[in-house]
């Protein structure tokens, strides 16, 4: 099946912005989701398709997508944003795989 | 308003069986797939399949083909997933969730609580 693969760790500064990447083949083919992890908790979707937003997720949070690479943006990051995110996308094969997390950090 | 309850912490011995629970509420079971993710200890997010509750079709991730079985009752909204003969490996929190497919976007937008499975001698 396809791989996602997305940096372990990144850091970033209260009210700063820090764009988290993902890449793979099957991004190239469908939309991906974005999905916050916080310790002890579930996953929650914060973007999916091409930049949507589900009701009650802040608009501090964006997507894009070029080619094989996804990214989410947190823009002006908040100390309840230090998370683990995901991605996660469909496959030709009709598998939905993860991205293997960022571990984000806010200082 | 839509829910997606699982059922309790679990704690078996290795060659064990276990059925585990998702109850959905708030919408139509039947019209959307459910989606079950492995988190191991300390580890990432892994997909483990879907079963569409209205024809109870799968798709197992090839991880886990062989492993573990899907099912569901669409009589109580309840979709299950089981194990025949644990493995201290399966040591986890598993989580479901539902799927919604639009447009080019396939995402889980609901999800369970998690069930903590621990299996240890």
């Known amino acids: 099946s396809s791989e996602l693969t997305q940096d372990p760790a990144v850091s970033v500064a209260l009210g700063q912005t820090v764009r988290i990447t993902c890449q793979g083949d099957s991004l190239r083919t469908y939309y991906p989701s974005w999905y916050q992890v916080k310790p002890g908790q579930a996953p929650v979707l914060v973007i999916y398709g091409q930049n949507n937003r589900p009701s009650g997720i802040p608009d501090r949070f964006s997507g894009s997508t070029s080619g094989n690479t996804t990214s989410l943006t947190i823009t002006g990051a908040q100390a309840e944003d230090e998370a683990d995110y995901y991605c996660n996308s469909r496959d030709s094969n009709g598998n939905y795989v993860f991205g293997t997390g960022t571990k984000v950090t806010v200082l | 308003e839509v829910q997606l309850v699982q059922s309790g912490a679990e704690v078996k011995k290795p060659g064990e069986s276990l059925k585990i629970s998702c109850k959905g509420s708030g919408y139509s079971f039947t019209s959307y797939w459910i989606g079950w993710v492995r988190q191991m200890p300390g580890k990432g997010l892994e997909w483990m399949g879907i079963?569409?509750?209205?024809?109870?079709?799968?798709t197992y991730s090839p991880s886990f083909q062989g492993h573990v079985t899907f099912s569901v009752d669409k009589s109580i909204s309840t979709a299950y997933l089981q194990w025949s003969t644990l493995k201290a490996s399966d040591t986890a929190m598993y989580y479901c969730?539902?799927?919604?497919?639009?447009?080019?976007?396939?995402?889980?937008?609901?999800w369970g609580q998690g069930t903590l499975v621990t299996v240890s001698s």
């Open positions: 969730a539902r799927l919604r497919i639009g447009s080019g976007s396939y995402y889980f937008d609901y």
């Open positions: 079963i569409y509750p209205g024809d109870s079709d799968t």
